[in-house]
């Protein structure tokens, strides 16, 4: 198994909104990507800050999901102003 874990930074006031984000609109794009096995969003509803991890199958999986973790990260940002990925 391999993993990648992005940390983010918000607002603690965005932090449910950063939550409904990646339920909606970040895990089900990580689902349908080859490889993945599994995903996870830890926050810290008092200061905001966060972590997600996804894990995969192997290493090509990992590589090859480089552009959809780059897009996501970028969406996440666009969909909850004031985080940082």
């Known amino acids: 198994m391999f993993v990648r874990e992005t940390r983010v930074?918000?607002?603690?006031?965005?932090?449910?909104?950063a939550i409904r984000n990646y339920e909606s609109n970040i895990l089900p794009r990580v689902r349908?990507?080859?490889?993945?096995?599994?995903?996870?969003?830890?926050?810290?509803?008092?200061t905001g800050a966060g972590l997600g991890v996804t894990y995969w199958e192997s290493a090509k999986a990992l590589a090859a999901s480089e552009n959809m973790g780059n897009q996501?990260?970028?969406?996440?940002?666009?969909?909850?102003?004031?985080?940082?990925v």
């Open 9 to 17: 930074q918000g607002p603690p006031e965005k932090a449910e909104e």
């Open 32 to 46: 349908q990507t080859p490889g993945n096995i599994g995903a996870a969003l830890l926050i810290n509803r008092q």
């Open 72 to 84: 996501a990260r970028a969406q996440a940002a666009k969909d909850v102003p004031s985080t940082h």
